[in-house]
């Protein structure tokens, strides 16, 4: 049997092995969910960059879409902040995005010795499990966190897929352990630890609450995202 772990933050990351395993990179609030939705609403690719500077110059130099956030909040500069809903226009069909975030991208990015890395959401959970379950390989679920730090809402997540992959993964570590054991005290409700996650907290101050309730939907879409060479699209 394979095994599964988990990393809570990017801080953590360097303690992981991540040789021949698959990452799946997870910010629930809200780049992994942006960009799954994207997908799934017909964007051709999404381009994660760690800094402002980056992002701005890939949507000059190659006419890209330009998207991200600092604290949660959408940068000026850019034509899209960090909202789900923002991903889903009809013109964004068939068209690529450059995006950089406060945690998300920079947990792709800190993932570049797997084999693999795919992006996770509550939004398309089962399509990640499916794969994951025949993939015969083993998993480190990369939790963004906030700013180094551990969240709720990427450690119930990362849980749930734990249960999900549970007859074809073996937890390994008790970060694997206590995320778990997390999603099963909450499995049913969700949404209710989630809006008391300090993360949630802070975005309901920004006026997105509606943002928050979006991205607790398990399974909306069938998209699988895949980064390989310096780019997300569907496999």
């Given at each position: ?5 988990v ?15 698959i ?8 780049a992994?969910?942006?960009m ?11 381009h994660?960059v ?9 949507g000059?130099?190659k006419g890209m879409?330009?998207a ?5 909040k ?8 960090n ?9 964004f069909q ?21 084999d693999?890395?795919l992006?996770?959401a ?14 015969r390989k083993?998993?480190?679920i ?16 990362a849980g749930?897929l734990?249960?999900e992959?549970k007859?074809?993964h ?10 778990h054991?997390?999603?099963r ?15 949630a ?14 991205c ?5 879409y069938s ?7 310096g780019?997300l699209e569907?496999?």
């Amino acid at each position: 049997m394979n095994q599964v772990e988990v990393c809570l933050t990017p801080e953590l990351i360097g303690q992981f092995d991540l040789t021949n395993k698959i990452v799946v990179a997870v910010d629930i609030f809200r780049a992994t969910s942006c960009m799954v939705t994207g997908m799934a609403h017909g964007v051709k690719s999404i381009h994660p960059v760690g800094s402002v500077e980056e992002c701005l110059e890939l949507g000059l130099k190659k006419g890209m879409i330009t998207a991200g956030e600092r604290g949660g909040k959408k940068l000026e500069e850019f034509t899209i902040g960090n909202s789900p809903y923002e991903y889903m226009r009809d013109e964004f069909q068939d068209k690529s995005i450059v995006v950089t975030t406060t945690n998300g991208t920079r947990t792709i990015l800190a993932s570049l010795a797997a084999d693999q890395i795919l992006i996770g959401a509550f939004l398309n959970l089962r399509s990640v499990a499916n794969y994951l379950s025949t993939s015969r390989k083993d998993v480190v679920i990369h939790c963004a966190g906030w700013k180094g730090t551990v969240n709720i809402e990427d450690t119930l997540f990362a849980g749930a897929l734990i249960e999900e992959i549970k007859a074809s993964h073996k937890r390994k570590g008790d970060p694997s352990l206590i995320a778990h054991q997390l999603y099963r005290a909450n499995a049913h409700d969700l949404m209710e630890i989630a809006k008391e996650s300090s993360h949630a907290q802070r975005l309901a101050t920004f006026g997105i609450g509606k943002d928050i309730e979006f991205c607790m939907n398990q399974s909306l879409y069938s998209v699988l995202p895949e980064f390989k060479d310096g780019k997300l699209e569907a496999i």
